[in-house]
């Protein structure tokens, strides 16, 4: 089976990066206003609610499938599932940030949204240095 594809997920991708910033800095920030805008997309309200919809300017819509407060958002993304975790690093007051992405249609969405995950992840860790 080619990397990325899964039996039951179908095509998936994930991404991570370790943040200089404490758990709860890095929650606050991607499960507020400005951190989802970055993720899910401008317009995006999320509430802890599963079942909840949501919709972004550019029309994507969908809905909460799971919400745990300084743990992980997991959403309906058009016909695939996305999902945000934030976990403590090793390193104390750091924070390692995860996305992942499954029910993509094939590998070239794959790639394509292995990029936009890297490319959201340089913003989150931007936003956050600037604090």
Do not use: C, N
Request: proline letters at 9%; zero cysteines.
């Amino acid at each position: 089976m080619p990397t990325g594809l899964t039996k039951d997920a179908g095509w998936q991708v994930g991404v991570s990066r370790t943040l200089p910033h404490p758990p709860s800095v890095v929650w606050d920030f991607i499960s507020g206003s400005e951190g989802v805008a970055l993720w899910l997309g401008p317009g995006a309200v999320l509430t802890p609610d599963p079942g909840a919809p949501y919709r972004t300017d550019d029309g994507t819509a969908g809905e909460v499938r799971g919400y745990r407060p300084g743990d992980r958002i997991r959403v309906t993304h058009g016909p695939t599932t996305v999902q945000v975790a934030v976990a403590p690093a090793a390193r104390p007051g750091s924070t390692v940030l995860r996305f992942h992405q499954e029910r993509m249609a094939d590998a070239a969405e794959r790639e394509r949204r292995r990029a936009h995950w890297r490319r959201v992840l340089d913003a989150v860790a931007d936003a956050l240095d600037r604090g």
